[in-house]
Each structure stands twice: as C-alpha cells, then as structure tokens.
C-alpha cells in the first residue's frame, strides 16, 4: 500500500516542514466551513426525517476533503461535483440560501425544482449541477479541461468522485483522455470505504486508487482526507500543476462515510458500529480542533462563537425556505429546451387553462 500523507495527527500533532503557511484567519476559516458542513447535513437529515424536505445525502465525516480542496481553487476555476459536496460549495461561493432552497424545491430554487435535492448547481461561481449515474461527471470534468486548454483559458477543473465510480467505464476514459492531452484537471477520488453498500476491498484489487495515476501517464498521490491541510497542501500543488500546463493529477483521499449514504440507506445492514466507532476517533472536526488548540488559536469560546454563528445561519436559511412557497407550476417547462417544441407548447397552453392562466 502507498505512503499515506499526511500533516496532522489523530492528537493534533503536526509537521511543521510540511504544514501550509496559513494565517490564523485562515485557519479558521476552513474550521468553520468545515462545522458549517456538519451542522447543516444534522439540520438537513433532521428535516427530512420529519418529512419538510424529500431526501438528503450527507456527507459526515468527508468535511476536510470538502473544505480542504476548495480552498485551493481560484473564484474561476471549475468544480464539478458528484452529490456529496455541500461544504465545498459553500466554501466556494454558493449562497446557503440558495442551496437550502434547492433542497426544498421552492420558488426560490434557481432550478425551479426540475432536481431532486442534493443535486444543485451554480453557473456564476463555476459549479456543475451533478447528476445521480455514478462517474458520469468525469468526461464533463475532461471536456471543460480541454475547451479551457484549447482557449489559452489558466482555468483548472476540480472533479470529485467517490471510490465506486473507479469501477465505470467513465472513469478510464476521462483518465486516458487527460493523461494523453494532459488537460488541467484535479481528479479528486473521496475513498470513503463504501460505494453504498459495497466495500472498497471489493472494488478492485489495485492496492489503491492513486496507483491507477500510473496507467495513464500522470502523477496520483493517497492523502489523509481527515486531514484538511494534507488536502489542502496536495490539491494546491495539483491545481499548481494543471494550471502551468502540466497535465492532470489523481489524489485519492482516504476518508469515511460515517453516516447513510443518504436517507434512504441504512447502513447497519451492512457495516459494524465497531468499524464505524474506529473511524469516529479519526473525526476531520476534531482533529483540525486539537490541532487549532495546540497554535493556541482555539478555545471553548471560539467554539462557541462558531456553533453560534453557523446554527443562526441554517436556521434563518431554512426558515426563508420554509417561507418561500412551491414554484409556479408553469415553470415546469422553463430551462428545459431553448425554444419550447409544440408538442410541449401544447401540454404548456392546457396546463394554462387548468390552473385558470390564460
């Protein structure tokens, strides 16, 4: 197995040869992005338990992987997400308004509720709609590496996958593109142990996922995704690389999913709590937290003012939601095609007369 690296330790120990030089702003910039993440997916699971929104998939226990690679992106660069990014957007520019109402499928929704939650996108900040087929993401990914080469354009793309999508046919085919052209993209593999129900050692007899970098021509490195400044320090280096025309990079982060893959799993039917526990004492949170507390950054009244800060912003976020009321139903047709076909024009001037629009 490949060399894990890694910056910080289980205790809050770190390198300080290979630690980024970050201000303490920054610092706790990322630890609060990272709470963000947190306590909106505990807020966002809550809700539809209690049947306010229709599903949710969260991403407990990935935050560092989240945070930690979006920072290293330039306001330009691209992002091309699987489902499990919430934080990333977040960190990026996305409007918490504007994804929580996404989740609701309200008449705030920039996409007028034509995706099920989870599946949000924002062209102004650069950051694809993902769509639920695994892998699929990743020829997109490619194509707006080779249009932004093809133009001169200093853009990278960001693309996350999780270690399932490893097993479709798209992801060789982005890997063998990227490698051959070497395009400017970051390919982000979240090895979160589980595709769904199925375990990573079930997945490929690779000895990793970075190893498979090798095959097709370019550099792969295996990051400790519990760690957000190795994520950090490994995605501002590949960012680094494809944007002075160096081609792609594979980063595996080892993480874990600690929660469902979404709401309508239940993982307990195929995971221990044993494995889980172990992995609990492996939490990104806590650990950047001990390691904020040993630079003498953190303490019980930052805490405090984060939980406070990030608790008032998801609460006002979803009560502006819970406000906002259902979309117009004829926005059904909107987005869809650039000028409406007449079979649709049709369904559109009768669905008009039914809700009494002339």
Known sequence: MEELFQIIGLDGSYDEKLEPKLAEKELLKLYLYMVLTRVLDTKAVALQRQGRIGFYVPSQGEEAVQIGSSYALKPKDWMVPAYREQGAALLKGFPIETLI????GNREDILKGHQMPNHFGNRAINFVTPSSPVGTQLPIAVGIAWAAKLRGDKTVVLVYFGDGATSQGDFHAAMNFAGVFKVPVVFLCKNNQWAISLPFSQQTRSKSVAIKAQAYGFDG??????DVLSIYTAC?????????????TLIEAVTYRMGPHSTSDDPKRYRTEEEVEEWRERDPILRFQLYLKSKGIWDEEVEANVRQKVGRLVDKAVKKAEEAGEPPAETIFDDVYEEIPWNLAEQREELFKLIGRS
């Open 101 to 104: 109402a996404q989740l609701y």
């Open 221 to 226: 490195i295996r990051v400790d995704g519990n």
């Open 236 to 248: 501002k280096k590949a960012v680094k690389a494809a944007r002075t025309g160096k081609g792609p």
